[in-house]
């Protein structure tokens, strides 16, 4: 199988390893340099999803919780559709990728043995959802917005609200997770995570941003995020390390 | 060009995204995606067990660690993925040992947490094995063997499994840090 090298990684876009507002990141942050390794590699293909794996409710958090749980009841919060494409550097869509979330409640509260934060948990509401893009690269999840929550950083420091995205594409190398904030929340500007990145328009590519024309009348609010991964270079190996 | 996403820490509720059944979020996903091997996986069954330690030497106990690998015949490739323990940090993959490829054997891992605003890339060898002339080994110069596992307990182990466990711990600082990789 060929598979052409990933571009080289943008370093300087990519958050720092040690960015030391984020506290967590102190003795969590590698101090030696990459290895770069260069040529073929296992590393330039991936595990492959297969949708029939994906049930008809994952992607529907205000309701696959509730399900599985014998319940008839919604999720409470703001119902939202988020959607988008997830597209490589060469903008060509990567179709039949996972995409997993997961999200606090619209209160702020995770559904986790090792949350403590005083906002009550929504019987209704789990927090996770997946699916897998579309022959466009195209995702779309029905959830609830989640709420802002403090976080033990600083004497009173707060999460913009936010989803967790874990995306695969098509090489372990293009192995993402990120997080997608909300236009307009003055949070963002406060908050040591999202602004691990020094150039601001990597911040702003983390910014979903209110999409009236795929939002759904007396129903629900959309939000846009395209996720972009790695691209392709143009240097092709003869990959003989995996058979799928 | 499109610039690439940026990457944010997966925080340390990540298990409710990754892992959920093994989190408590049971019935949502009928299993973890990732969680063991097709039982029909070709190749000699092995466990890699061990810890992820701070600069502080504590060992992580909210970390994600996925694996890529071939098979024991290359036929097909291998994708698991573990939170480590939230009492005790340890991960555990039982497996089966890759097919060599060009050079010696290893498998891919790759490591998110909070903390880590750029999940680690890195690969573990095995101590049985020709690795001498290995590129990346030679490249890893005296680092070369945080990327090498042990087998402190190879008697026991193959008395209580009946298989072997190799130890591989990652250190995420300090004078033994692991090399982690730019692919
Ligand atoms: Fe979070």
Redesign the pocket.
């Known amino acids: 199988m060929n598979r052409n090298a990933l571009s080289p990684r943008d370093y300087d876009w990519q958050p720092k390893p040690l960015t030391p507002d984020y506290r967590s990141s102190i003795l969590r942050s590698p101090q030696q340099a990459l290895l770069r390794i260069e040529g073929p590699s296992p590393e330039l293909d991936g595990p492959v999803f297969e949708s029939d794996t994906i049930g008809p409710l994952d992607s529907d958090l205000i309701r696959n919780y509730a399900a599985a749980n014998g319940s008839d009841t919604d999720a409470i919060g703001p119902r939202i559709i988020v959607h988008g494409r997830v597209l490589d550097e060469n903008n060509r869509p990567v179709p039949n990728t996972l995409v997993e979330v997961w999200?606090?409640n619209a209160g702020g509260r995770?559904r986790h043995v090792n949350e403590g934060y005083l906002a009550p948990l929504d019987p209704n509401f789990g927090g996770c959802g997946r699916c897998i893009t579309g022959d466009s690269g195209e995702y779309r999840f029905l959830t609830v917005q989640p709420g802002a929550y403090p976080f033990p950083n600083g004497p009173n420091t707060w999460?913009p609200a936010?989803i967790?995205f874990s995306v695969f594409g098509q090489a372990f190398a293009q192995r993402l997770i990120t997080?997608m904030y909300f236009e307009g929340d003055p949070l963002i500007a406060r908050c040591s995570i999202a602004n691990a990145m020094t150039d601001p328009a990597a911040l702003a590519s983390l910014v979903g941003v209110l999409d009236m024309s795929a939002s759904v009348p007396m129903d629900c609010l959309a939000y846009r995020f395209d996720i972009i991964l790695r691209g392709r270079g143009s240097t092709p190996f003869e990959n003989r390390l995996e058979g799928n | 060009m499109l610039k690439e996403t940026p990457s944010q820490t997966a925080?340390p509720?990540v298990h409710i995204g990754c892992t959920p059944c093994s989190a408590g979020l049971t019935g949502v996903y009928p299993a973890d995606p990732g969680a063991s091997i097709t039982a029909d996986a070709p190749g000699v069954r092995i466990r890699i067990e061990g810890k992820i330690f701070d600069g502080a030497n504590a060992p992580l106990r909210d970390a994600l660690i996925e694996l890529w690998q071939p098979d024991g015949q290359s036929n097909a490739g291998i994708w698991l993925r573990k939170s480590t323990d939230l009492k005790t940090g340890v991960y555990q993959f039982d497996t089966v040992k890759p097919a060599a490829r060009s050079g010696p054997p290893y498998v891919c891992l790759w490591i998110v947490a909070r903390g880590i605003n750029l999940g680690l890339h890195t690969r573990m060898y095995f101590p049985d094995e020709e690795n001498g002339p290995d590129p990346l080994l030679k490249q890893a110069g005296p680092r070369r063997d945080t990327l090498i596992a042990t087998r402190p307990d190879a008697e026991e182990d193959e008395r209580d499994t009946g298989f072997p466990v190799y130890r591989f711990d990652i250190r995420l600082q300090g004078e033994r840090e692991t090399v982690f990789l730019d692919i």
């Open positions: 999200q606090a995770y999460r936010h967790h997080q | 925080g509720y």
